[in-house]
């Protein structure tokens, strides 16, 4: 199956294309992991898949509209 293929059966059956799929997943892991303060921010970040803290915090900014520490501390009150 070509990727074209691949990606338009994927947004049919699922409804987002793989990408967003994929960062919308990483998120959502993401944000659990802040809420339960299960790691450090760069922790959290290599486990999602994200290679530097600096660009999954900025992911995650403008995914979530604030930075992953300012999301823990609301997360944690």
């Known amino acids: 199956m070509s990727r074209a293929a691949f990606a338009r059966r994927f947004s049919e059956a699922v409804g987002a294309a793989p990408v967003e799929y994929l960062l919308n997943w990483r998120m959502a892991l993401a944000k659990d992991a802040l ?43």
């Open 35 to 77: 809420r339960r303060g299960s790691g450090t921010l760069e922790e959290i970040a290599f486990q999602i898949g994200y290679k530097s803290t600096s660009a999954f915090s900025t992911a995650f900014s403008h995914r979530v509209g604030c930075p992953p520490s300012e999301y823990a501390a609301i997360a944690q009150t």
